[in-house]
């Protein structure tokens, strides 16, 4: 018959496994017990609050230097407008408007135009991650396209879609589209292989594989590209609505056309900002559903 531990043997298990687990790897290394972890570690997570009060710091740090060059009169206020002169613009375009009506017109090309290269570029890019003659076929091209500056064809799509709203569609689409492939070819080919393996074991069929094993493993990337897309498609808009630029078609890049035509800086400073906002809130809602529907 086998005997019972002894007290001291038992303490010592104890002591050891206090040992252990004082010193389990964190993701960026190992700790000690009661030991702080520096925000500056290597890949070190940040809380939340903490993410939030640096970025805001980072923000009011901008917001004071800007103060102090244009207000201290260090630089023209044709380069940089002080921030008075900027809501002074905001608030004329609001009096005239054409504010709310340019942002959104300009969201609603965006939102069209993304949703037209999501129904394009999602199904190229599955099928070039899911088989290799389709990856092969198209890749080269794929990578040729994207090193096409769409400013350089700007007057190509004048002259194949005229100066309407087509154009503006066509613009934006482009200046994504092959990103969009690129992104979501990447997307599938992330997938862990151990997953095609065991469910061609149990013999799935290429359809099954596809739609019930690469698409919802590839789907959060996926999602990731849309917003990737989305960004780019911000930094064209202004750009694409220079095409026949009008009050009756205003968008963004008409206030800009303004701000840039009467030279005033402060015009054309509070135009990009609104971009920058909308892009920024655009993106930070495309981030909060992926959280929510897609964290996998």
Request: with cysteine; aromatic share 10%; glycine share 8%.
């Amino acid at each position: 018959m086998a005997e019972s531990p002894k007290p001291e043997d038992k303490k010592g298990e104890i002591r050891g496994a206090e040992t252990q687990d004082s010193q389990r790897p964190l993701s960026h290394g190992w700790r000690h017990l009661n030991q702080r972890v520096s925000i500056f570690g290597v890949r070190q997570p940040l809380k939340p609050t903490t993410d939030l009060a640096i970025g805001l710091a980072g923000i009011s740090v901008l917001v004071a230097v800007w103060c102090y060059l244009t207000y201290g009169g260090h630089i023209k206020p044709l380069f940089l407008p002080t921030p008075t002169a900027m809501w002074d613009s905001v608030r004329e375009f609001d009096s005239r408007g054409w504010l709310f009506p340019a942002i959104v017109r300009s969201t609603w090309r965006v939102v069209k135009s993304l949703a037209l290269a999501t129904a394009i570029g999602l199904p190229i890019g599955l099928l070039m991650g899911a088989f290799a003659p389709f990856d092969a076929l198209l890749r080269k091209l794929i990578n040729g396209g994207k090193s096409i500056p769409t400013t350089g064809i700007a007057g190509l799509i004048v002259l194949w879609f005229s100066i309407g709203e087509t154009a503006k569609i066509v613009f934006l689409f482009l200046g994504a589209i092959f990103y969009m492939i690129i992104l979501v070819r990447s997307a599938v080919l992330s997938v862990n292989e151990d997953y095609i393996k065991v469910a061609l074991d149990i013999g799935a069929s290429k359809a099954e594989i596809i739609w019930k094993v690469l698409l919802p493993g590839a789907l959060p990337a996926i999602w990731d590209a849309i917003a990737v897309c989305s960004g780019i498609m911000w930094t064209y808009i202004v750009l694409a609505e220079f095409i026949n630029s009008s009050e009756q078609e205003l968008g963004l890049g008409y206030l800009l056309y303004i701000g840039s035509r009467t030279e005033d800086s402060g015009k054309v400073f509070s135009t990009l900002i609104i971009v920058a906002i909308i892009s920024s809130a655009s993106d930070w809602i495309m981030q909060s559903i992926r959280r929510r529907f897609f964290n996998w």
